[in-house]
C-alpha cells in the first residue's frame, strides 16, 4: 500500500539526513537570544526567596535610580491593568507579579527594565522587597488537613484541593478484590523532576507603535496557541499579534506554558515602545517554570492463582505546585494517566486522581509525558513486577499471559480507550531475544550463588498519543486539531507550513518527506515552515508525540488533496479520462501505456500556464485534520543492571529498546529520539530530583544538585522495532517522540530491585541513588 | 554601584583581529555572542556545567561564561564559526551531519569545539575517550551515542585525508 | 549569572600581585584559574572589588624534580598534570586526583594551587597532597614560608596563608622505591564533587610491609582529614585484604561527614570504608611494581 520511493526522492522510510542541520553545525541557528533588533532591551526579574510570605511592600526607588534602567514593573502596576494574574493552561490563574503574598520560593515579584543585562542584574539586586512569612505547607499528604495552611485565598473554595478525577467502576473493581486470591499492591513516588532543554525559556517581546503590532519571538511549543492566549489576556487583536518561534533548543514540554516573563516582557514593551528581550538563567528555569511529574501513586491487582489479571485499582495524589498551571487537556485534570491498564487486559479497573496545592513551584505536565502517560507507564510496569515477585512468576511471563492479544485489536479498556492497534508479545519476544533472556537469566541464578548482584528489568508499556479528536480534546477550549498547508510552485518545487512547532525533532526533513511520499516531489525540493503564527495555518503545536498523528496527517491528506487536482491537469494534459490514469510516486500516467505521462513537475508548471478550463490556477491546498482517534505506540525495553556491593553503585550493563510506532517516516531520526528519550528516563531514574526542606527551600535549583547524564554516565542503547501501523491514521504512523521517556523508567527501577527481590526487596522509590542501594544492602546484611 | 575603568582588549577570532574596550567584569561569551555578535556560542546555564559555551582559546577548550573577556587578550579564540575554511565544512560538522549528532542544535557548537580539541590532540580516540573527551559537554536530545559516532566518523576522514588542515592557525573561519 | 562590577589589575610579577593584595586586603581576590571563584561571583556570593589576575606572571609553570621534591608551580594547571609524562609515570595518584576534578574545560584552566588555596573541603588535591606529606609554599610581604600540609586546611573555605600570601609551588617529597598511591573517587556523575574519595599512599619495606601509610579524605568534614589512626594502624602490616579493611573501618571513624544533597552521614562513612580498602590495595599494587 505504501509505495517505496527512490534515495532521491526521500519518501517513507529513508533515513535522509536532516535538511535543518546545515545551520546548526555552522553556529548559524537563530534561538531566540540570538534575535537583536534596534533599541532593544533587556528584562530582569526580581524573585522571591521565601515559600509563603505577605507581600508587605515592593520599594524600586533605588532599582529605577540605577543609570541605564528605563522601568521597573511590579505587581500594583500589573493590577491596574488587570494583568496582575493571567489564565493558566488548566483553568486556574496563576499571579504574574505578586500581589499580596507569595506562594512558592523564586515567585515573581518585580520585572526590571535596562539597557544591557549587567545593569538589569544590578538594578534587580536593589529592588527593596518587604515579606513577612507564613507556615510553609510541603508535603501534599498534608495539604487537606484540616489544619493545614490555606495557599490560594484568591479562590472561592478555601482548601487546598484543585480536583478530584475517577474513571471506571469503583463499585465493580471492588468486589473483584474482595473475592481475588491474588493481591499485590504497590505505592510508588514518581519525584518531581525537570525537562531541563539546554535553552531556557525567553522571548523578546516587540510592541511597534508605528504600525501597532506586537511581534513576540519566544521560545513557544505553541505560538498559534500563545497567541490566542495574549490576545484574550492582554486585550490585542489577535490580528495585530505576530508570534514567531524560531529555532527552539529543546522543549520537551518546558515551553508549552505561559510563563510570567514573557507577560511582563510584552507589557514593558507596549508601555516602552521598545523591544524587550527576557532570557531566564538555568537556576530560574530549573525554580519556577513548568516542572514534571511529583505524583504520588499505588497501584493494586487482583489476580488468579495463575495469575491471570481481573482488577486494577489505582490511586493517585498529585503535587501541582501553588497553581495548577499544568498543560493539558481540559477534560483530563490528570492528563491520560488513565493509560494506566497498560498493555494488559483488565476486565476491571478504577482510578482516581486528587490533586492539591504546595508552596512549591507550579505545573505538573512536562519531560516527554505524554499527559502524564509517563506516571502511568511507570506505574503499571512497577506493580506488574509486584505481582510476579507474589506469584513467583517470571515477569515476561506474566505479561505474556496477560497481553492484549493482538487480535483484539482496536481495544477499548476498561478505562475508556480505544486502543488502535498493538502486537505486545512480538515486541517483547523482539527484545527478549536480542538481550538474551534466558541466558541472563542463568546467569543470574549462577551470580546469586556467588553473592553477586545483578538484575534483569522488563518494561512492556502501550503509550497513547497524538491528542486529539475535537469531540473529547481541547486546550483552554481551542480544539487539539492540527494542520498544513501545501503551495507546489510552478517549477515543481513545494513549500509547505504547519501547525506544530519542532524543538529538535527533524520537522523540516521529515515533513517534507511526507510530501516527497504523497507527491513523488523529492524531500530535498521541498521547504517547510513552522512556527511563524503570521504565516503558519493554525494549530496547537508539538508536545505529547502529537506531531506525525495530527500535523503528519494533514500534510498527507494536503498532499492528496493536491493529487487528485493534479490527477485532473494530467487528465487533461495527457487528453484522456481521469480514470484511466494510474499513480506512482512523482507522475500519472496512462494504464497500459506506461510512457504516456505527466510528471508531478510538469502538472505543477501546467497548473500556472495550461490551466484545464473550469480549474482554479495553482497548486495547493490547506487540511485541518481533527484525528478520529489517539494513537497507541507501544514496545518493550529490557535492562540489565550490575550493583557495586561496596558502593551501592549501579551500573547499566545493556539497554534494549524495541519500540513499535507503526510506520516510520525516518528511521534515523526515530533512533535518535529513542536515544535521547532514553538519556532522560536514565536521569531520572537514577539521579533526579527537585526537592524542598519543609522551609519551602528547593534542593536541586541548579545543575549544581539537579543531574544531567553525561557521555560517561550514558550506556549504549541497542534499539530495535516491530511495525503494527495504526488502522486510522493516513499512513499507519502514531508518534514516538516520548516513548523513551514513558517506557523506560521502570525499565531501569525493576531491574534494581530484580537484582535484590531474592533479598526481599520489593520496591525503590526513584531516584535510585547509590546511596538508597548501599541502604538496603545494609538492612539486607549483604553490603561488602 | 559605580562603573568601573573598562579595558581596552585585543583578541584574534577565527583569524581575525578584533579590540573593544570593556568592563572587566563582561562575560568572555558575552563578548563574543554580544560585542563580537557571534551567536553560535551558547549560554545553557549559570554554574558552569553545560560546556555550550565552548570556545577554544590559544589552543585549550575553555567554558567562556566562566572567564572574562580581558582575560583573553592578546589571545586566539576559534568559535564554531571559525570551523569552517572557505566555506568547506570541517569533517566534524560533516560527521555530525552524516550520523545524526544533533537534534534541537543548542548543545552542537560546544561539542564541536571540544570534538575539534580532543581529536587534535587525540587523533584516534576509542569511544570512552571520545565519552570523556565530552564529559564537560551536556545534551539533552541525542542520548550522545551518534555524536560518539559523529566524532569516529571525522577521526577516519582526517586519517584518511591528511591534507585537511588540523592547526588552528591554519583554520580561515569565515568571520 | 551576571557579576557585580569589579576593578581588574593584571601584576606582571609575584611581588607585584602580593603588593596589590596588601593594598586591597579583603576587598581583593587572586585570579588564577578561577574555575571556582568566578561561579561563585556570578551567583553574587563572592564579591571581590578587585580581581588581581596573576595569569600571565611567568615563571609558575613547572612539575618537575629537583633537590629530593617533586615540586609544581602555582599556575601549573590540572590539563598540564594530566599530560605531564612525570607525573603519569611516577606520580599516579596525582593523575588519578587531576582526572576526576570537574572536567575538560575546567582543566585547561584550574590550577593545583587553586584547588589547594581555595580551602574547600569538597576539592580533590587536598587529600592527595595529605597522603603525599606535601608542602606549601607560600609567598607573602614577608618573603616565601613554607607550611606542612597538615597544617595547611584551618576549616572551611579557610587555609592557613595570611593575607597577602600567594600559594606559589607545591612541594612533595619524592616517594622512596616501593611506593605507590591511588585516589578513588564516588560522585553523582562526572564533574560532580565528591560524595567521598579517599587518596591513599603506601611505601613498602623489602618484605611488602608498611613502612609508611598516608591517608586522605575528601568532602568528609569541614576540612579534608588526615586518617592518622588508619596510617598507624598499617604501619609494620601488609596490605592484605583484612588489613586493609581494618584500616578502612579507622578512616571511616575518623571522618566527620555531613549529611546532605550528596547522601547521608552514614553513606559517606560507609564509603569512606569501602573507598579507603579499594584505595589501599590499589596503592600496595602500585608499590609492588
Known amino acids: 500500500m505504501i509505495h517505496k520511493t527512490s534515495p532521491e526522492v526521500g519518501g517513507m522510510g529513508h533515513s535522509i539526513k536532516r535538511k535543518e542541520d546545515l545551520r546548526f553545525i555552522q553556529g548559524k541557528g537563530n534561538y531566540v537570544d540570538d534575535v537583536r533588533l534596534p533599541g532593544m532591551v533587556y528584562g530582569q526579574l526580581v524573585r ?5 510570605a505577605r507581600l508587605k511592600s515592593v520599594n524600586t526607588d533605588k532599582a529605577k535610580k540605577l543609570p541605564g534602567v528605563l522601568a521597573v514593573i511590579t505587581g500594583e502596576d500589573l493590577a491596574k491593568a488587570n494583568l496582575a494574574w493571567m489564565p493558566t493552561l488548566s483553568y486556574d490563574k496563576q499571579m504574574v507579579l505578586a500581589t499580596g503574598k507569595v506562594l512558592f520560593q523564586s515567585q515573581e515579584v518585580a520585572f526590571v527594565v535596562a539597557e544591557d543585562r549587567y545593569i538589569a542584574a544590578d538594578a534587580a ?12 505547607l510541603v508535603d501534599p499528604h498534608k495539604a487537606l488537613d484540616p489544619d493545614a495552611p490555606l495557599l490560594r485565598e484568591d479562590r472561592e473554595q478555601k482548601n487546598n484541593h484543585i480536583f478530584h478525577w475517577e474513571v471506571g467502576d469503583r463499585q465493580a473493581t471492588e468486589q473483584v478484590f474482595e473475592k481475588a486470591p491474588v493481591k499485590a499492591s504497590v505505592h510508588a513516588f514518581f519525584p518531581r523532576c525537570h525537562p531541563a532543554p539546554l535553552e531556557t525559556c525567553g522571548c523578546v517581546a516587540d510592541f511597534n507603535r508605528a504600525t501597532g503590532r506586537l511581534t513576540v519571538y519566544m521560545t513557544s511549543q505553541a505560538p498559534h496557541a500563545h497567541r490566542t492566549v495574549f490576545a484574550l489576556v492582554g486585550g490585542i487583536p489577535e490580528n495585530n499579534i505576530r508570534v514567531v518561534s524560531p529555532d527552539i533548543g529543546g522543549g520537551f514540554g518546558n515551553k508549552v506554558p505561559v510563563y510570567p516573563g514573557y507577560v511582563c516582557a510584552i507589557v514593558a514593551s507596549l508601555t516602552l515602545g521598545l523591544p524587550v528581550k527576557w532570557i531566564e538563567t538555568r537556576s530560574e528555569n530549573l525554580q519556577s517554570t513548568g516542572f514534571a511529574r511529583d505524583y504520588h501513586m499505588t497501584a493494586e491487582i487482583a489476580a488468579d492463582r495463575d495469575g491471570k489479571m481481573q482488577a486494577l485499582r489505582v490511586k493517585t495524589l498529585a503535587d501541582h505546585g501553588a497553581f495548577n498551571a499544568a498543560a493539558q487537556p481540559t477534560k483530563f485534570p490528570a492528563g491520560l494517566f488513565s493509560i494506566c491498564t497498560g498493555s494488559y487486559e ?4 478504577f482510578c482516581e486522581v486528587d490533586g492539591v496545592y504546595t508552596n512549591k513551584a507550579p505545573g505538573g505536565i512536562a519531560y516527554r509525558c505524554s499527559f502524564r502517560v509517563t506516571e502511568a507507564a511507570y506505574l503499571i510496569e512497577r506493580v506488574v513486577d509486584v505481582l510476579a515477585l507474589e506469584l513467583k512468576m517470571d515477569p515476561a511471563e506474566l505479561r505474556r499471559k496477560n497481553f492484549i492479544p493482538a487480535a483484539k485489536f482496536p481495544y477499548k479498556s476498561s478505562l475508556g480507550w480505544t486502543y488502535d492497534s498493538g502486537n505486545y508479545e512480538a515486541a517483547m519476544n523482539l527484545a527478549l531475544e536480542k538481550i538474551g533472556y534466558r541466558q541472563l537469566r542463568a546467569e543470574q541464578a549462577e551470580k546469586r550463588k556467588k553473592g553477586e548482584l545483578m538484575g534483569i528489568g522488563i518494561s512492556s508499556f502501550t503509550e497513547i498519543v497524538g491528542a486529539g479528536p475535537a469531540h473529547t480534546f481541547d486546550i483552554l477550549g481551542i480544539k487539539m486539531f492540527d494542520s498544513c498547508e501545501i503551495r507546489v510552485h510552478p517549477t515543481g518545487k513545494a513549500m509547505a507550513r504547519m501547525g506544530t512547532k519542532s524543538q529538535g525533532q527533524g520537522h523540516e526533513t521529515t515533513y517534507a518527506q511526507i510530501v516527497a511520499q504523497e507527491l513523488g516531489i523529492p524531500a530535498a525540493d521541498v521547504t517547510i515552515e513552522e512556527g511563524d503564527t503570521d504565516t503558519a495555518p493554525y494549530g496547537l ?4 508525540s502529537r506531531s506525525t498523528p495530527t500535523s503528519g496527517a494533514a500534510t498527507a491528506i494536503a498532499a492528496r488533496k493536491i493529487r487528485d487536482k493534479a490527477k485532473k491537469i494530467a487528465a487533461y494534459l495527457l487528453e484522456c479520462n ?13 494504464k497500459g501505456a506506461p510512457t504516456k505521462a505527466k510528471t508531478i513537475q510538469e502538472i505543477a508548471f501546467a497548473a500556472y500556464t495550461n490551466i484545464p478550463p473550469g480549474l482554479e490556477a495553482g497548486l495547493e491546498a490547506v487540511d485541518y485534520y481533527d484525528p478520529p482517534n489517539l494513537t497507541f505506540p507501544f514496545g518493550t525495553y529490557v535492562c540489565v543492571v550490575d550493583i557495586d556491593k561496596g558502593t551501592g553503585e549501579v551500573k547499566v550493563r545493556r539497554f534494549v529498546a524495541v519500540d513499535d510506532c507503526g510506520n516510520i517516516i525516518n528511521p534515523m531520526i526515530v533512533e535518535g529520539q529513542i536515544h535521547g528519550g532514553l538519556t532522560e528516563g536514565l536521569g531520572i531514574a537514577f539521579m533526579q530530583q527537585i526537592d524542598y526542606d519543609e522551609s519551602g527551600n528547593v534542593q536541586g535549583g541548579s545543575f549544581m544538585d539537579y543531574l544531567l547524564p553525561t557521555a560517561v554516565e550514558t550506556p549504549h542503547w541497542e534499539t530495535g522495532k516491530t511495525c503494527t501501523p495504526s488502522p486510522h491514521h493516513p499512513f499507519g504512523a502514531k508518534g514516538v517522540g516520548e516513548s523513551p521517556n514513558v517506557g523506560s523508567p521502570a525499565a531501569f527501577v525493576n531491574a534494581v530491585v530484580d537484582a535484590l527481590s531474592h533479598l526481599g526487596v520489593k520496591h525503590i522509590d526513584m531516584p535510585i541513588t547509590p546511596a538508597k542501594v548501599w541502604k538496603v544492602l545494609q538492612e539486607k546484611g549483604v553490603a561488602a | 554601584m559605580a562603573k568601573t575603568a573598562e579595558q581596552m582588549v585585543r583578541v584574534t577570532v577565527n583569524g581575525r583581529e578584533r579590540q573593544a574596550s570593556l568592563e572587566p567584569r563582561l562575560l568572555l561569551v558575552h563578548f563574543i555572542r554580544e560585542v563580537l555578535q557571534l551567536t553560535g556560542t551558547h549560554v545553557g546555564c549559570d554554574t558552569s556545567h553545560c560546556g555550550a ?7 585549550k577548550t575553555v567554558k567562556s561564561c566562566t572567564m572574562f573577556a580581558v582575560q583573553a587578550d592578546g589571545g586566539e579564540v576559534l568559535t564554531v564559526e571559525g570551523l569552517s575554511a572557505n566555506g568547506q565544512l570541517h569533517p566534524l560538522q560533516e560527521g555530525f551531519k552524516e550520523e545524526h549528532g544533533l537534534q534541537c542544535g543548542f548543545c552542537t557548537p560546544g561539542m564541536l569545539m571540544s570534538s575539534y580539541a580532543l581529536l587534535r590532540n587525540n587523533p584516534r580516540p576509542s569511544e570512552e575517550e571520545i565519552r570523556w573527551g565530552i564529559s564537560g559537554n551536556l545534551c539533552r536530545c541525542t542520548g550522545y551515542q551518534n555524536i560518539v559516532s559523529a566524532v569516529l566518523y571525522a577521526a577516519a576522514k582526517m586519517a584518511k585525508d591528511k591534507t585537511v588542515p588540523v592547526e588552528m592557525a591554519e583554520v580561515g573561519g569565515t568571520r | 549569572m551576571i557579576p557585580p562590577a569589579f576593578e581588574y589589575l593584571r601584576p606582571k610579577t609575584i611581588p607585584e600581585a602580593v603588593a596589590f593584595l596588601k593594598q586591597y586586603g579583603d576587598d581583593a581576590k587572586i585570579l588564577s584559574g578561577g574555575q571556582s571563584l568566578i561561579p561563585m561571583m556570578k551567583l553574587r556570593i563572592a564579591r571581590p572589588s578587585y580581581l588581581i589576575d596573576i595569569n600571565r606572571i611567568s615563571g609558575l609553570s613547572y612539575i618537575k624534580e629537583e633537590a629530593g621534591f617533586l615540586k609544581i608551580g602555582g599556575l601549573s594547571r590540572e590539563a598540564d598534570l594530566e599530560a605531564s609524562a612525570l607525573i603519569r609515570s611516577k606520580y599516579p595518584i596525582i593523575l588519578d ?22 580551602g574547600d573541603p569538597a576539592n580533590d588535591h587536598p587529600a592527595t597532597m595529605l597522603a603525599l606529606g606535601a608542602q606549601i609554599v607560600a609567598t607573602g610581604p614577608a618573603g616565601e614560608r613554607i607550611i606542612p600540609i597538615e597544617e595547611f586546611f584551618l576549616s572551611v573555605f579557610s587555609t592557613a596563608l595570611k593575607p597577602g600570601e600567594i600559594l606559589t609551588e607545591i612541594r612533595i617529597p619524592i616517594p622512596p622505591a616501593h611506593s605507590g598511591g591511588a585516589y578513588l573517587k564516588l560522585e553523582r556523575k562526572v564533574g560532580d564533587f565528591a560524595t567521598a574519595a579517599v587518596a591513599a599512599q603506601v611505601t613498602l619495606d623489602g618484605n611488602g610491609a608498611v613502612q609508611k601509610a598516608g591517608i586522605g579524605l575528601t568532602n568528609v568534614g569541614p576540612t579534608p582529614i588526615k586518617a592518622r589512626k588508619a596510617e598507624e594502624f598499617l604501619r609494620g602490616k601488609k596490605v592484605d585484604e583484612a588489613n ?30 569501602e573507598l579507603a580498602r579499594r584505595a589501599l590495595s590499589r596503592a600496595a599494587e602500585r608499590a609492588e611494581a
Open chain 2, 53 to 59: 559555551c565552548t570556545v577554544l582559546l590559544n589552543g
Open chain 3, 244 to 273: 586493609a579493611r581494618q584500616a578502612g573501618q579507622l578512616a571511616a571513624e575518623e571522618a566527620q561527614p555531613s549529611s546532605d544533597l550528596r547522601g547521608p552521614a552514614e553513606y559517606k562513612r560507609g564509603l569512606v570504608k
Open chain 3, 97 to 118: 586526583t587531576a582526572h576526576v576534578i570537574a572536567d575538560p574545560q575546567v582543566r585547561n584552566l584550574a590550577t593545583i594551587a587553586g584547588n589547594l588555596a581555595h
Open chain 1, 578 to 590: 481521469e480514470n484511466d490514469l494510474e499513480w506512482e510516486p512523482g507522475k500519472f500516467y496512462v
Open chain 1, 346 to 349: 483488565y476486565p476491571n479497573a
Open chain 1, 541 to 544: 503545536g508539538t508536545y505529547a
Open chain 1, 48 to 52: 522571591s526567596p521565601y515559600a509563603h
Open chain 1, 125 to 136: 539586586e536593589l529592588v527593596e522587597v518587604e515579606y513577612e512569612e507564613l507556615p510553609v
